[in-house]
């Protein structure tokens, strides 16, 4: 399947900031069971864009706006195509073939597999494997110790399903597992968690996944899900929240131990005071490939981003009363008196910054 997904985060300041620094993870994975087309970066007031790739391999973008401004503006837009249908898995055996993981047992005791993959298999930010959660785990494995790990992967992800309501504002984006648990609702983060919780308990290593859902045309969030290591299929997605495997439909941004290692958003400002933040999520559906050019599965379009050097940096290049600036093959004249003003200078009584509101993930088909 094809989508051309848009992905906006607004934010809107009480008063001026200055001082804004932010890394984002809005642009998908390239490779595997995804190709990705076309990626667009646009940010507003315009900002110096400096890209790299995290310890998982993550595209990141890191940016800073260092003069005043009272909202902040983060589009990206992708063009991706998923290598299978919206009702197909992407991964996992073929239909009408028979299981062919270890049993859960023989996986945990998998000691080379538990070093190469030690990291989603012990506690993380999110994920602390408490006593909460282990009775939980201990629960699903009691109705079959001699399960698949396939099989313990599904009857795991039933469970939270079943457990949890999807419910909008019953958590936050730095609920716990506990917490989640103990309340019984939550949103598709929290299901991701619950589930990567389950199976690192019964030493199935399992990691997070954000990106979107194709098909939902308008969301106010990005989604979620958990992904498990599942010898000899490799990593299988499987979206608690819908309760089913992962399809064409799942569309990958990132991947990590937990939401802290995938956060689309994260940064700081000073001044300002409150800040609100608006998230619009519109997802394309386009089909097959169509005349766009066919990539090959590790290919990579490089990301155009429009922006400019920050104001301390323009203004020694400035003369006469006009500059023009190339933006992704085009040029824009821009006037003198339309560059924003330089920042006040940082006081002690400015105190530290503030941290950037973060996007809690939380779509779901039909009623989220």
């Not at 994975?29 to 310890?55: C, H, K, M, N, W």
């Not at 837009?77 to 998923?82: K, L």
Request: proline fraction near 7%.
């Amino acid at each position: 399947m094809r989508y051309r997904i848009r992905h906006r985060t607004s934010y809107r300041y009480a008063s001026q900031v200055f001082e804004s620094f932010n890394e984002v993870r809005l642009q998908p994975l390239a490779g595997g069971q995804q190709t990705l087309l076309d990626f667009d970066l646009l940010i507003e007031p315009p900002a110096t864009v400096i890209s790299f790739r995290d310890y998982h391999g993550n595209a990141v973008h890191d940016f800073g706006v260092a003069y005043l401004h009272d909202r902040l503006v983060i589009e990206a837009t992708s063009d991706v195509v998923t290598h299978a249908e919206v009702d197909e898995p992407l991964a996992g055996p073929a239909a009408g073939e028979p299981d062919a993981s270890p049993s859960i047992r023989e996986l945990a005791g998998d000691e080379a597999l538990a070093d190469d993959l030690a990291e989603f298999l012990g506690p993380s930010a999110y994920v602390p494997l408490a006593d909460e959660s282990a009775a939980v785990a201990e629960a699903v494995l009691a109705e079959d110790p001699e399960t698949s790990a396939l099989a313990f992967l599904t009857r795991a992800a039933d469970h939270v399903r079943a457990r949890l309501e999807f419910r909008v504002g019953t958590t936050t984006v730095e609920s716990s597992v506990a917490e989640v648990l103990e309340g019984g609702s939550g949103v598709c983060q929290d299901f991701a968690h619950v589930l990567i919780s389950l199976c690192r308990h019964a030493g199935l290593p399992a990691r997070y996944v954000s990106g979107y859902l194709g098909g939902v045309e308008v969301a106010s969030a990005s989604h979620a899900w958990a992904e498990a290591y599942v010898p000899p299929y490799g990593w299988l997605g499987v979206d608690a929240t819908l309760g089913t495997p992962c399809t064409g439909r799942h569309v990958k941004l990132g991947v990590g131990r937990d939401y802290a290692d995938v956060a689309v958003l994260r940064g700081t400002y000073q001044g300002g005071g409150h800040a609100e933040l608006e998230v619009e999520v519109t997802c394309e559906t386009l089909g097959g490939l169509g005349p766009a050019p066919q990539l090959r599965v590790d290919d990579e379009p490089t990301a155009r981003l429009v922006a400019i050097q920050n104001l301390g940096a323009m203004r020694q290049f400035q003369r006469g009363a006009v500059m023009t600036q190339a933006m992704g093959g085009r040029t824009e004249t821009l006037l003198v008196d339309e560059l924003p003003p330089p920042r006040a200078q940082l006081r002690p009584e400015d105190g530290p910054p503030s941290q950037q509101p973060q996007q809690q993930q939380q779509d779901r088909e039909g009623d989220g």
